[in-house]
């Protein structure tokens, strides 16, 4: 059925109009609302958040790394400062087009294809985050070559800053350590934004690392105008950064840089100590690396020369080493006779050999010297008197005097890699081998061997201790000296006589003759030391012992000095510990080390004259030296451009593999010595009597 047209009106027209107006309109309304409200939450709510964006938009801001607070000497010489260095890098997460990038800056810069496969390697190796350095130490013009070239250079990074500098070198690295670009797994650790900022860097080691947060200082940064394209605009207001603060020490710079050059070309160490106050005025290892190489970023082939050296110059040896202290403990082990009442008068004849049991233990003059008393035997340095004495009385009578001198005594100082020996007695071997103190444990510790271990620093503070009688605490902080120590638990008669028996070693014909002070009245007291690396067998005796000269270097003795001066008023207390030297070199040698060293604190000029005789007989001051081991050492394996390429992980000098290998032998040696009976061959004590 056909429904009928339907009839629209005026009316309904009207209405169905009036209704989509409406609806239109309040969808219109809607809308209008939404984009009022979104305004007004852009513009108020959101205000600040857009300000930035848009300011960062505008102002290109750059983080300025701090300057370095300085290290200086007791007396404000520099150690450690801050030069002004014009450098670039190149950010890898920013960098663009590499190959043109890296042409132009080939040719802006001069760059050596060394520095261009440097370069490339750092990029592939490093994270995206890290700056890779391109260049530093640059000259203004260079530096403004790049500057005005940056809008066609992205990801690299021109930077005025401030480069770590170490004036004395190689004679301060173990002391100060060095500094360095931070870790990608520092930066993972922290997040820190200044840890990315090219030309920033940290402590890497030793008291830069120990004083970092006094060193560091607050950024700054700088804000520049700029277009969208990157281009300046004009230089808006810097906010400067705070410097780190200054740490002063009580190291004398001109002693420390003396010590070192005297050692020459020695594997060891030497501590100065002022016996007032307990100050340390040297710290020297050597041989040791250039703390600016480091700092710059050392290569791995220079690392790997420095870990090769069989001296270790990785290592701190000053408190990393440990030693068998030999006849260096002989007036300790005097004190603790006295303190347990022995007469000083009473004699022990020496006949070169006394049997107990069923062994037979040597002293080192194979005649014997014949009666001695005391005096005499810390001035002989006579095995025998101090097995027969410290026989009778039993070691556990000299650990605790050993204790309160120094020796196995931790110090409270910057620095992480103290290791702090042993003193054994009959408690400590059944707690740790499970089983009984022997009486030839005893006279190997008499002697300074067996399971005796001291660091140089310890050796130090046992000389300062019996010069002043009081019980000084070492420091190197100037801001930290452990003034008014108090006084060591001993007569001051029995102190003295000690004190007299050294002074006997040196000036009374003893085994330290040569170590005589050239000072008009002044004279120096001191003990000397041997001690050995290898086990003397029954076979190598009857044949010959084979002398330290015929020796490969790592089987010949070590030999050690203490003395203080002057004998009569102590001012001075110092060791020297060098490693397998072997008493091969006269001018190389301990006494006349201590002698000079002492000297250079009493009458400088005088020291001076003396060494400048003797350097260039071993191939130049140490700069000199370390180049020409480096070239020769370069010249014999002809390394790939990969050795060239910045040394980029974490780990550092003191915690090198070379540095744990060094230590691991050194156990093992100690190891077997302890096993076997170094006393029943006697010490190896060296004759130096000046003549």
């Known amino acids: 059925m056909r429904r009928s047209p339907r009839i629209v009106t ?9 209704r989509r107006a409406w609806l239109l309109g309040a969808a219109q309304a809607g809308v209008g609302v939404m984009l009022a409200g979104r305004m007004a939450w852009l513009s108020i709510a959101q205000n600040e958040h857009y300000s930035i964006l848009s300011e960062k938009n505008r102002v290109d801001s750059t983080v300025i790394p701090p300057r370095r607070g300085w290290i200086v000497d007791r007396n404000g010489v520099p150690i450690a ?11 890898p997460d920013r960098l663009r087009d590499k190959d043109r990038v890296l042409e132009v800056l080939r040719q802006l810069l001069s760059l050596t294809p060394e520095d261009m496969a440097r370069v490339k390697i750092d990029l592939d190796r490093a994270a995206g985050f890290q700056p890779v350095q391109v260049a530093e130490r640059l000259d203004w013009e260079r530096f403004a070559a790049v500057s005005v070239r940056l809008p066609e250079l992205p990801g690299v990074q021109p930077s005025r800053a401030f480069a770590r500098h170490y004036p004395a070198g190689a004679a301060v690295a173990h002391l100060t350590g060095y500094v360095g670009a931070p870790s990608a797994e520092q930066f993972k650790a922290t997040r820190d934004g200044l840890l990315v900022t090219p030309g920033f860097k940290l402590g890497k080691d030793g008291l830069e690392k120990a004083l970092e947060n006094r060193l560091r200082g607050q950024p700054g940064a700088k804000r520049v105008e700029v277009t969208a394209r990157g281009k300046l605009v004009a230089e808006l207001a810097t906010r400067p950064d705070v410097p780190g603060k200054t740490a002063k020490l009580t190291i004398d ?11 020459g070309t020695n594997s060891g160490s030497a501590v100065v100590i002022d016996c007032r106050t307990g100050e340390m005025l040297c710290m020297v290892s050597v041989p040791a690396y250039d703390p600016n190489s480091f700092s710059d970023g050392i290569s791995h082939l220079e690392w790997q020369m420095l870990s090769d050296d069989d001296h270790v110059p990785l290592m701190n040896k000053v408190t990393q080493g440990l030693y068998p202290p030999g006849s260096t403990v002989k007036p300790m082990n005097a004190l603790a006779l006295l303190d347990a009442g022995v007469s000083p008068d009473q004699r022990i004849n020496c006949t070169g050999a006394m049997r107990v049991g069923t062994g037979v233990f040597h002293c080192h003059k194979r005649g014997g010297h014949g009666p001695l008393d005391m005096k005499g035997a810390v001035a002989q340095s006579c095995d025998i008197y101090f097995y027969e004495m410290i026989r009778r009385l039993g070691y556990d009578r000299v650990a605790p005097v050993a204790r309160t001198v120094g020796l196995g005594q931790k110090f409270d100082l910057p620095f992480t890699t103290q290791r702090y020996g042993t003193v054994p007695d009959s408690a400590w071997k059944l707690r740790k ?19 005796v271990l001291a660091n140089p620093l310890q050796l130090a503070v046992m000389a300062a201790r019996l010069a002043s009688g009081r019980a000084l605490q070492p420091s190197i902080l100037a801001d930290q000296v452990h003034r008014d120590a108090p006084v060591l638990p001993y007569q001051s008669e029995h102190l003295q006589l000690v004190r007299e028996a050294m002074w006997a070693v040196v000036n009374g014909g003893g085994t330290g003759g040569a170590a005589r002070l050239l000072i008009p009245n002044v004279q120096i007291a001191a003990k000397t030391g041997t001690a050995q690396v290898r086990r003397i067998t029954m076979a190598e005796r009857r044949s010959g012992v084979l002398k330290n000269g015929q020796l490969p270097f790592k089987l010949r003795d070590h030999a050690l000095f203490v003395c203080f001066a002057p ?3 102590p001012r001075y207390a110092a060791s020297i510990v060098l490693e397998h030297n072997g008493h091969t070199v006269r001018n190389l040698d301990t006494p006349l080390i201590g002698r000079d060293i002492m000297t250079y604190m009493l009458d400088r000029d005088r020291a001076l004259a003396s060494l400048a005789e003797v350097e260039p007989t071993w191939g130049g001051d140490i700069a000199t030296r370390m180049a020409a081991t480096e070239a020769a050492y370069r010249a014999a394996r002809n390394p790939p451009p990969a050795a060239a390429a910045t040394k980029t992980d974490s780990v550092v000098p003191s915690d090198a593999p070379a540095v744990e290998r060094a230590t691991d032998l050194a156990n ?9 009976t170094v006393a029943e061959e006697g010490s190896t004590e060296s004759m130096e009597r000046g003549e």
């Open 81 to 91: 400062n801050n030069r002004t260095d014009f450098r670039v890098d190149i950010i």
């Open 10 to 18: 005026e009316a309904m027209q009207s209405y169905s109009f009036s």
């Open 433 to 451: 081998h499970k089983t009984n103190w022997r009486v030839s444990d005893a006279l190997n510790a008499s002697i300074g061997q067996g399971d």
């Open 567 to 569: 004998a009569d008023n």
């Open 253 to 263: 710079a001109g002693l420390q840089e003396y010590a070192a050059r005297r050692l």
């Open 668 to 676: 093992q040696t100690q190891a077997a010595l302890a096993t076997n």
